[in-house]
C-alpha cells in the first residue's frame, strides 16, 4: 500500500516547499519536500538524502551530509520546480545505534566500509524503492539526479525512471571529513 497521508506548506530559510508524507509498507516515516509543480513533468530535479542526524542537524564535520542537504536545497530553491526526497536510513541504513559504534572503531583507524563490516553490518543498507513509488506517484519518468552516488543511479534506471543527467553535489574534503570522502570515492565509487 502506498497513499499520500498527508502535506503542508513548508517555508524554509532556503525557499518554499510542500512537505508530503505516504503511507508505506515500512515502518519509517521518510518526508518529501517539492518545489513548485512535478506531476507528469520530465526532467525533475532529485536529491534523494538519507538521514544522518549527526551532520544534518548537528553540523557534524566527519562528513558531508550536511553540505549535501544545503547545497540541494538550495539549488531547488532556485530552481522552477523540484523535489528531495528524505529517507530515514540513518547511517546507510544501519541505524543510528549502530552508526555511532562505527564511529568508534573509525577512531581506532577503520575506514566507514571496515568498520561496517566489522559490526557485521553491510557496507550500505540503505533501500530505495520508496523513491521509485514517489516518483511513480507523481507520475514523474525522468530526473536530474543530485548524487555522487553511483548505486543510486542504477536502482533507478533498474526500476524504469530514466536519469537524464547527473548534477553533483560536492564539497572541499576538510581535516575531519577527507578520509571519509577518500573512502567513498575508492572504496563505494562516488563520483567525488
Not at 515500512?26 to 506531476?39: F, P, Y
Amino acid at each position: 500500500m502506498f497513499k499520500m497521508y498527508s502535506k503542508a506548506n513548508l517555508p524554509t530559510s532556503y525557499g518554499d516547499f510542500v512537505i508530503y508524507t505516504f503511507i508505506n509498507d515500512e515502518s519509517k516515516d521518510h518526508a518529501v519536500l517539492v518545489r513548485g509543480s512535478v506531476e507528469g513533468k520530465e526532467g525533475i530535479p532529485l536529491r534523494i538524502h538519507s538521514e544522518c542526524l549527526t551532520g544534518d542537524v548537528f553540523s557534524s564535520k566527519r562528513c558531508d551530509c550536511h553540505d549535501q542537504l544545503v547545497q540541494s536545497l538550495k539549488y531547488l530553491a532556485d530552481s522552477e520546480f523540484g523535489m528531495l526526497i528524505y529517507l530515514r536510513q540513518e547511517g546507510r541504513g544501519i541505524g543510528l545505534l549502530d552508526k555511532i559504534k562505527a564511529y568508534s572503531l573509525q577512531e581506532q583507524g577503520l575506514d566507514t566500509v571496515e568498520a561496517n563490516l566489522a559490526l557485521g553490518l553491510p557496507v550500505d543498507g540503505r533501500d530505495y524503492g520508496y523513491v521509485v513509488n514517489v516518483l511513480n506517484y507523481f507520475k514523474i519518468k525522468s530526473v536530474k539526479l543530485m548524487s555522487n552516488n553511483p548505486e543510486k543511479f542504477e536502482y533507478l534506471r533498474e526500476k524504469g525512471i530514466n536519469v537524464i543527467e547527473r548534477i553533483p553535489v560536492l564539497s572541499a574534503p576538510t581535516l575531519h571529513d577527507a578520509f571519509y570522502l577518500e573512502t567513498k570515492k575508492i572504496k563505494l565509487g562516488h563520483q567525488i
